[in-house]
């Protein structure tokens, strides 16, 4: 099925099932433990021997000698793979990193080698006994030193252009009545998801299977048929329940090639899991960014200038963090800026984290904002809306699919009592607790993508779906097999979902807030075919025919559903494919979020009180799925506000904190209250669905929301994240 025209009335709109807040269909399977992970295919596998991967001690350099002989003769030990006998490898075509060190080291804990033996034990401790001589060179870890030598990136596929340039940016902001030019930091941030980077390989003759923890399927089998060396069709990758991936596990990363080399070496599946040090430094993270922001307006409030710019670093040939996305959409104003730049540093690789650029943009971006508002003597968000536009602000009379950032705004400030926040800062004292409120804008992306899936009914009139698309704790299962149920005219309970199997036709993962919408299209072009062959079946009119409780009828004839498939099961595959409405369209999804905050009056101890989030993202397939994400973004944000950081070690390069002791994230007690209220629409111009993705927006803004409103309870104004107590003291003092 192609889309390309807005949808029209379609069997979706029907929200018996779709739209529903159904609970997920899993959420037994994994409140009793038995939803399998990566590491726990038992059954399937038998004989398994394990993997341990060794971390390069040092962060650049080479590999002088590994001295094998001790850890040889370790109990238990059967293999030893290191680049010496791994044989040629490629990088995958998403991430840059090599997923094997040798001679060459380009980062701390880049694998080194890779210890197979009987138990996980064993191979922990021979890989202890491995000498591994380095010869250290020279690295750059700190971006401060490197950022005036930064490049302009070459354009990427995956964010804005380098630069953007509409109107006269710097005619227009030295000209302006009222200005701001501040710098704001955001470190490196780790995604720091509770199901380790996993893999079970298993070679029969040259066909590989590999149970692991990825979040694009389509993209993991391209990458590890490339690295290895073997054809694509080779390659078969099972990933049925994912414990968290947040962007850190879009495709192959070093567990998965290391367990398949380690199958090979030894003849033997092999289980292989990251270790959480390894994690930190071996994978991927979202890279530090320096931004500069300037902003211009006249006194009215009005933004005659917006510029944004940013710098991070990474491994030679690593992307740019594109945190100049949002400011290219969510202001108006005529004359604008962005640009980003590229320095290169010995860092583990930088790439996608939940809302890549925007989540870090957006931190910078609104804390500028809040500040101008400040210096305008304007309410922020009555400077906010002031500043809407209904129009791309660098393509004049192109329009937004749907845009409700305004309605976003009022009713959060409705629900959370806005008015009662004081303009002046520290107004507002309870005990020794100073109270602060914030808010900020969401914006994010809503790119879609071709998404196939197969339907199959069978005689009892219960229907199962396959795709490849993976749920990642999102409620993938539950969405698609709400959409199967709508457009077949059964119950929920009358599907069965198979999802997270290359096997299974091609979808797009979970990814870039694309999954759901994408997905859910692709089970609809599906069952279009599969209602189509129903009807031949039953000899009806498919036009006519209307599916609903179990039921297909059309004119005055009635059958149950199943009697089509009583000689048979019927099965239907197709895919959806798009035409220009993502060109002709800004397709976006909005919010606003509002904070209150208590910050101790004399410790400073910043607690967050309350947290209320306004989005419009289309249709919500699930508001309970779609709630749970937009609650685990915030929870994402206050992490991202007030604790998250990577520490880098410039001597010796890498992140120290590498482990959930040293690397602080949030939980649920941390914020005692809540709230999430999803607009309701639809965006015909998305597909068939009219929904769009909700998981990454609920991130963007939110942590901007906290540093204003720390700013509210403290009046010290921290612009280098996290936001934490020993910087608002050097401030107070
Ligand atoms: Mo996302 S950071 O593209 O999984």
């Not at 942590?703 to 107590?725: E, F, K």
Request: hydrophobic share 40%; glycine share 10%; with cysteine.
């Amino acid at each position: 099925m192609k889309f390309e025209t807005p949808a029209g009335i379609n069997p979706i709109d029907q929200l018996k099932v779709v739209g529903k807040p159904a609970d997920r269909i899993e959420g037994p399977l994994k409140t009793t433990g038995s939803a399998r992970y990566a590491y726990e295919y038992h059954g399937e596998v038998t004989n398994a021997a394990y993997g341990y991967i060794l971390g390069s001690a040092i962060s650049k350099g080479s590999i002088t000698r590994i001295d094998q002989s001790v850890a040889k003769a370790a109990p238990g030990v059967l293999a030893i793979v290191t680049a010496e006998n791994a044989g040629p490898l490629q990088t995958g075509k998403f991430y840059v990193s090599r997923f094997l060190a040798g001679p060459q080291i380009d980062h701390y804990h880049q694998a080194v080698a890779v210890v197979v033996a009987e138990t996980f034990e064993q191979a922990r401790y021979a890989a202890s006994l491995l000498k591994v001589g380095y010869k250290k060179s020279k690295g750059s870890f700190d971006l401060e030193a490197l950022k005036d030598s930064a490049q302009q990136p070459a354009p990427s596929q995956f964010g804005p252009p380098p630069q953007t340039l509409t109107g006269d940016f710097e005619g227009a902001f030295k000209t302006a009545q009222v200005t701001l030019d501040e710098i704001y930091t955001t470190p490196d941030q780790a995604h720091a998801m509770m199901e380790p980077h996993a893999t079970i390989a298993k070679w029969e003759g040259d066909k590989l299977t590999c149970w692991c923890s990825i979040q694009q399927m389509n993209w993991g089998v391209r990458d590890l048929a490339n690295i290895l060396g073997i054809p694509k069709e080779n390659v078969r990758l099972i990933a049925s329940y994912i414990g968290g991936g947040f962007g850190g596990k879009g495709t192959v990363l070093a567990d998965l090639v290391a367990a398949s080399l380690a199958a090979r070496a030894v003849g033997r599946p092999v289980k292989l899991a990251l270790q959480r040090p390894l994690m930190f430094n071996n994978t991927i993270h979202r890279p530090k960014t320096i931004q500069r922001i300037r902003i211009g307006a006249d006194r009215d409030g009005r933004i005659t200038a917006i510029g944004h710019e940013s710098w991070s670093g990474n491994l030679p040939g690593g992307r740019t963090e594109p945190a100049t996305a949002s400011t290219r959409l969510l202001y108006a104003g005529a004359n604008r800026l962005t640009r980003l730049k590229l320095a290169v540093l010995d860092l583990a690789e930088g790439n996608a984290m939940r809302s890549p650029g925007e989540a870090p943009g957006m931190m910078a971006l609104e804390i500028a904002m809040d500040e101008m508002a400040e210096k305008l003597n304007i309410d922020p968000v009555a400077f906010r809306i002031k500043n809407d536009t209904q129009e791309d602000p660098e393509k004049p009379g192109r329009k937004f699919s749907t845009r409700k950032l305004i309605e976003c705004l009022q009713t959060g400030a409705e629900k959370f009592g806005w008015e009662k926040r004081q303009t002046k800062p520290g107004s507002i004292q309870e005990g020794q607790w100073l109270i602060g409120m914030g808010v900020a804008s969401a914006i994010r992306g809503a790119p879609i993508a071709k998404s196939a899936a197969r339907v199959r009914l069978d005689k009892s009139g219960s229907i199962t779906v396959e795709t490849d698309m993976t749920d990642i704790g999102t409620g993938s299962y539950t969405i698609i097999g709400q959409t199967a149920a709508e457009m077949m005219g059964v119950g929920l309970d009358q599907v069965t979902v198979r999802i997270g199997d290359s096997s299974f036709p091609e979808s797009p993962g979970s990814g870039g807030q694309w999954g759901a919408a994408s997905s859910t299209s692709g089970v609809y072009a599906a069952c279009v075919k599969l209602r189509e062959a129903v009807a031949n079946q039953l000899g009806l009119d498919v036009e006519k025919a209307q599916f609903s409780d179990g039921k297909v009828s059309a004119d005055d004839r009635s059958f149950a559903l199943g009697d089509a498939a009583k000689s048979g099961d019927l099965i239907a595959q197709d895919e959806i494919t798009y035409g220009e409405l993502s060109k002709e369209f800004a397709q976006t999804t909005f919010g606003a979020h509002f904070v209150e905050v208590a910050v101790h009056a004399y410790t400073f101890e910043i607690r967050v009180r309350r947290m209320v989030a306004v989005c419009h993202a289309g249709r919500i397939l699930n508001p309970k799925t779609a709630r749970s994400q937009v609650i685990g973004a915030m929870t994402m944000g206050v992490g991202a506000a007030l604790m998250e950081e990577m520490v880098v070690d410039k001597n010796v390069g890498f992140f120290v904190n590498h482990d959930l002791a040293g690397y602080e994230v949030p939980v649920h007690a941390d914020i005692p209250y809540q709230e999430v209220v999803l607009l309701e629409d639809i965006d015909p111009t998305m597909s068939p669905m009219k929904a769009q993705g909700i998981g990454e927006l609920g991130l963007c803004g939110v942590a901007a929301a906290i540093a204003n409103a720390v700013y509210n309870a403290t009046g010290v104004r921290v612009r280098d994240y996290p936001v934490t107590l020993d910087k608002i003291l050097k401030n107070k003092v």
